[in-house]
């Protein structure tokens, strides 16, 4: 498929192998009057690999105020816009919410074109219930915040979802531990990459084995509920017995 005039494309695009694209997405990015990026350097090592050679040009949280009206006005006009940020899903823990607000509030036409997800890859391979899963993404840095957010999520009966960075990996683990206890969760680091590593068991476990080194790569954290809900739903269900 070409791009559409007047049409905003939200394109997901690889978290780490460059393989991990859409066809329908390089068509996109083929043909779009304008790629939108995150970062036009990390974008246009996809495009290359691709033999994609579009007109990029930034859209990050620090430009947003700025950019977006000159998208809107450069779509009213006809061009089409590919967003993309540096890994997944635009939107998903990353820029794209105030484009796609104002696009919507102009009018125009906004498409997913949907592919890789961080979470969604993470929660596939965790061997946590995916049945219903709340999605968190990054926690405070800041260590109380951080603990009240987890409080916040301790009763909740179903997986939860977050994203953390490398080197506050121990803390978050030890705040998980020490605020929710030792229930399963899954770190994912470096998923779809050479080194991809998911160590999954209860969190004292987990914590153990990561305090004896430094963490290095983007890191998925999957995290058990209570689980209460699914136990008081399979006592009351007599093909559960």
Known sequence: MEA???????????????????????????????????????????LSRHGIHG???????????????????????GQSVALVTDAGTPLVSDPGYFLVNEAHRAGLSVVAIPGPSAAIAALSVAGLPTDAFTFVGYLSNRGAARRRRLAELADLPHTLVLFESPHRLVKCLTDIRDVMGDREVAVCRELTKQHEEV????????????EKGTVR?????????????????????????
């Open 55 to 77: 007109q990029l040009t930034s859209y990050h949280d620090h430009n947003k105020h700025e950019k977006a009206p000159v998208l809107i006005h450069r779509m009213r006009e």
């Open 217 to 241: 790569g983007e890191v998925t954290l999957v995290v058990a509920g209570t689980g209460r809900r699914r136990r008081k739903a399979d006592a009351n269900d007599p093909e559960a017995s």
């Open 4 to 46: 559409a005039a007047g049409v905003l494309y939200v394109v997901a695009t690889p978290i780490g192998n460059l393989g991990d694209v859409t066809l329908r997405a390089i068509e996109v990015l083929r043909t779009a009057d304008i790629i939108a990026a995150e970062d036009t350097r990390h974008t246009r090592k996809l």
């Open 199 to 210: 160590v999954r068991g209860p969190v004292a476990e987990v914590l153990a084995a990561f």
